[in-house]
């Protein structure tokens, strides 16, 4: 009898991971392809640029619309409604025949896309496992690195074999199908209200306002996601100018992207994540700030091959101590009624930053190692103000 019970516990979790992996495939495979299927439709440069840029932005409505709904109906209605619902935008993509068809489908794909991840982390957070938030979320963040490496692969090799149409179908029928999975075997408890991991003394100072989404280490997760998302588009935006500046195969790119996704999901599984547990999760971000802003400063000397490899490393190790901290924070000081919106607000700071990076990236028209250079200094400023504001609280 016991032995059922925990196979009914455990099931639906890892459920939830193929499911994270799932929505960031549908997201990263569509990376390499969007700009050339929007050429191929007749779009001018800056229509392509607009068209990238639609999901990311509609995502942010999503993020936050999902995190009210959320509170409100369950994470399993939100998180189904946005799997299906995706599911079916993304077979529109194959009937597309103008840009501005496909700019349409962009926003709402974004929009029904943004549903799903801020409800799956809220699930996470229902589970209520004081003790193992951290590692949960280490495997959460396997999922996205696993996706991240996968997706982008996935999508060019699909496109190129099967074409465009195929690639469609194929993440249309994969979101359809665990969203069906997600309908008949997520089981969700009843929200109850109730603060389920969070000191009475830490409260104390924002339940006399009733007011907590923005209290100080909600805070503190929502600008780390932020810069973290912010550094990848900056990285997404300037390696490939390095690569191309140091003379060396554009098909390294793909590489030392996998380089640091890979580092990462090793963390996250390894023995290393129940350092998520262990240590103060505070630290961890400032500490993951820290390596990030060491990793961007490297690639701005690297000179080889050899030392871009190891400023991705170095990069994935930073990334895999933010990650999980941020999340598990966002479990830890959210009221269980406010979880939705607290990780609606989370995921916005994600697209935000991814959006945000990109651009700061093209719109200083420095060159790459310079790009590299300010973002790394301009990390260091923000985790420094982070810590004189806690030493002076």
């Known amino acids: 009898m016991m032995t059922s019970n925990i196979s009914l516990e455990v099931k639906p979790l890892k459920l939830l991971y193929i499911i994270i992996a799932v929505a960031f495939i549908d997201t990263f495979s569509q990376l390499p392809i969007i700009a050339p299927f929007s050429s191929s439709l007749g779009a001018t440069p800056l229509l392509i640029g607009i068209i990238i840029g639609m999901y990311s932005f509609s995502n942010i409505i999503g993020n936050i619309l999902s995190g009210i709904w959320t509170d409100k109906i369950g994470p399993k209605k939100v998180l189904c409604i946005g799997m299906l619902t995706v599911g079916v935008i993304v077979f529109f993509y194959s009937v597309v025949t103008t840009p501005y068809q496909l700019l349409f489908v962009r926003f709402l794909h974004g929009i029904a896309g943004g549903f799903i991840v801020p409800a799956a982390f809220t699930f996470f957070g229902s589970k209520d496992k004081r003790k193992s938030n951290g590692k949960t979320m280490a495997f959460s963040g396997a999922s996205v690195g696993t996706a991240a490496i996968l997706g982008p692969a996935a999508g060019a090799l699909i496109s190129a074999r099967l074409g465009f149409d195929w690639l469609f179908y194929i993440i249309a029928s994969a979101m359809i199908f665990f969203g069906l999975l997600a309908v008949f075997f997520l089981k969700e408890k009843p929200n109850t209200g109730e603060a389920t991991s969070i000191k009475l003394q830490e409260i104390k100072p924002v339940t006399k306002t009733g007011f907590t989404l923005f209290k100080k280490p909600l805070l503190h997760a929502y600008i780390s996601i932020f810069l973290l998302l912010f550094t990848l588009g900056v990285l997404t935006y300037s390696l490939p100018l390095k690569v191309e500046a140091l003379l060396i195969s554009s098909e390294i790119t793909g590489i030392l992207l996998s380089t640091f996704g890979t580092v990462a999901i090793l963390f996250f599984l390894l023995p290393t994540n129940k350092l998520f547990d262990k240590l103060n999760k505070s630290l961890l971000m400032n500490y993951g700030l820290a390596t990030i802003a060491l990793a961007l400063f490297l690639l701005s000397l690297s000179s080889t091959l050899i ?52 651009f700061f990236a093209g719109s200083l028209a420095l060159t790459p190692s310079s790009s590299f250079l300010v973002s790394a200094l301009l990390l260091v400023i923000i985790v420094s103000a982070i810590f004189i504001s806690k030493k002076n609280a």
């Open 307 to 358: 030392h871009m490899v190891f400023a991705m490393v170095v990069y994935g190790i930073g990334f895999a101590l933010l990650f999980p901290s941020t999340s598990a924070t966002v479990i830890e000081f959210s009221k269980e009624k406010e979880r939705g919106k607290a990780f609606g607000v989370f995921y916005s700071c994600f697209s935000l930053g991814v959006v945000g990076g990109s």
